[in-house]
């Protein structure tokens, strides 16, 4: 199975992609989640893409390209693989293609942009493994630690609100497209992203099929 899911910064992407992990027994691939190791490990890719994210500009397709080509090559991703946070151009989306890619479905979770902001004040994510967490809505067992990995939590600078409204309109304006792109090859499923967690992840697997 391979699958995408697309939404806006803070729909909830991370957070379902985990919830299909233990589901279907596939890697996640979050090319966000990839980046911010470049950047702590001072990478050249790293070096490049810093400004770029920390304005909430999309990183270049290029750079983007190669970074995914190389994580796809690995051997977990031979059952299958979700992505998280790619394709984000309809660039990106051809690249894939090129790469043969066969996506299965394409999950868009859909919000509302005034909930976003207010959501992402609250957002905590594990400096180790990536995982995503909520103050309020998804809370770790133990405050300020990862409940998979033990790793620290913390804020991430490009979520201020001022830094989610630019990355907002990016969606809007690159990787909306991308939507329109998947369904004329008839595979977008297009699920309600504005209810608790465990209800919209009830939507996805409905949507794809999975019993819980
Ligand atoms: P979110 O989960 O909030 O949508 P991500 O962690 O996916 O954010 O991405 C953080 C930043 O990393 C983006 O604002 C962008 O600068 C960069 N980025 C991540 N994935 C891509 C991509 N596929 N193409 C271009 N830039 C990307
Ligand atoms: P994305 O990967 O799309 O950027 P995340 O999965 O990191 O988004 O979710 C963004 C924030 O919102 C996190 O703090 C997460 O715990 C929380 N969250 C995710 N889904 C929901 C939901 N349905 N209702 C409320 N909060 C949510
Ligand atoms: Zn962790």
């Known amino acids: 199975m391979k699958l995408i ?4 910064p803070g729909a909830g992407k ?6 299909l992990i233990e589901k279907l027994g596939i890697p996640s691939i979050s090319t966000g989640n990839i980046l911010r190791e470049h950047l702590a490990k001072g990478t050249e890719l790293g070096e490049k893409a810093r400004g770029y994210m920390e304005s ?3 990183v270049p397709d290029d750079l983007i390209v190669d970074m995914l080509k190389a994580r796809l090559s690995k051997p977990d991703c031979e059952k299958g693989y979700i992505l ?9 989306a051809e690249a894939l293609c090129g790469m043969g890619a066969g ?3 394409v999950v868009s979770i859909e919000t509302d942009d005034e909930a976003i902001i ?3 004040s609250g957002r905590r994510v594990c400096r180790d493994c990536g995982a995503s967490y909520h103050l309020l ?3 770790p067992e133990k405050d300020g630690v990862c409940s998979k990995c ?14 989610v409204r630019a990355r907002l309109s990016v969606f809007h304006q690159q990787t909306e497209p991308v939507k329109a792109y998947y369904e004329k090859e008839g595979i977008l499923l297009r699920i309600d992203g504005m209810a608790e967690i465990p209800v919209v992840t009830k939507r996805i697997f409905d949507a794809l099929g999975l019993s819980e």
Do not use: C, F, S, W
């Open 5 to 8: 899911l697309i939404g806006a």
């Open 14 to 19: 991370g957070t379902q992609a985990e919830k």
């Open 56 to 58: 909430g500009a999309l």
């Open 84 to 92: 998280d946070g790619y394709p984000r151009t309809v660039r990106q």
């Open 103 to 105: 996506i299965d479905r």
């Open 118 to 120: 207010r959501r992402m």
């Open 137 to 139: 809505y998804n809370k």
């Open 150 to 163: 033990g790793g620290p939590l913390y804020q991430r600078d490009d979520d201020k609100e001022e830094t």
